[in-house]
Every structure is written in structure tokens, then in C-alpha cells.
């Protein structure tokens, strides 16, 4: 699958993955500092207050996107393969683009966030 058919796959999974992160944030299985980092990234994507303003063109929106990443992609690591797959409602095809979206879309985080992440998550 190439990428533009793997975005494209990625993004019609959107509803699964609202209800896979709602699911994985409820799920008592996990580690509660990995669903809560979760909870709060999605806060932080939601609200208005942001580190960078969202009316700056292309830059305002970058940090709302590393954030969900970083946090969306140790949720689905703590969690572990069978309780994503327990909670996914889309196609194996949607999971597997999803997921590959993410190992490619984290590889654009800066590695400050990413750093700051694993000590806060620790």
C-alpha cells in the first residue's frame, strides 16, 4: 500500500479512532499515567490556550498535532496490540493504516516533545 492510500485509509478510520481513544482512556488495564496523558493531550487539542496560537498559519496547528500523536502513540503502545485489536471497530486494513500513520507521523515530532514526554511519563 502506498501512502497516499495509506492516508487515505487512515483518514475515513477517523471515527474508529475517536471511539479506540475513548475506549483505551476507560480501559482500567493500562496504566493510568498513560490514560491520563491521553485525556490531557486531547484536552490540550480541544481547548483555546496553546503554546503556539492556532492563527499562525501552518505552525498553530503543529502543536496541537505532535501532542495527539505522541500521546495517542503510547497509549496504543501501553495498551498492546490485543486490547487496540479488542477495541478496534474499523477494518484490520483501517488499524494497520492508522498505525502506520502514526510511526510516520511521530518521526515529525521534534525530539525535544518526545524527550519531554518519556520524563513526564515516567
Known amino acids: 500500500m502506498n501512502l497516499a492510500a495509506t492516508l ?3 483518514t475515513m478510520a477517523v471515527p474508529a479512532v475517536a471511539k ?3 475506549r483505551l482512556v476507560r480501559d482500567e488495564r493500562i496504566e493510568r499515567k498513560h490514560r491520563v496523558g491521553a485525556g ?9 490556550i496553546d503554546l503556539i496560537p492556532d492563527r499562525i498559519p501552518v505552525l498553530g496547528r503543529v502543536d496541537d498535532a505532535a501532542v495527539a500523536v505522541l500521546a495517542l502513540t503510547r497509549l ?3 495498551a498492546g496490540a490485543d486490547i487496540v ?3 478496534w471497530d474499523g477494518s ?16 515529525f515530532v521534534p525530539r525535544r516533545l518526545r524527550l519531554a514526554a ?3 511519563s515516567r
Open 8 to 10: 487515505r485509509e487512515a
Open 20 to 22: 479506540l481513544l475513548v
Open 40 to 48: 490531557l493531550a486531547l484536552a490540550y487539542a480541544i481547548l483555546p
Open 76 to 78: 496504543v503502545e501501553a
Open 85 to 87: 485489536r479488542e477495541h
Open 92 to 107: 484490520p486494513a483501517a488499524l494497520d493504516a492508522v498505525l502506520g500513520a502514526l510511526a510516520v507521523a511521530g518521526r
Open 118 to 120: 518519556s520524563v513526564v
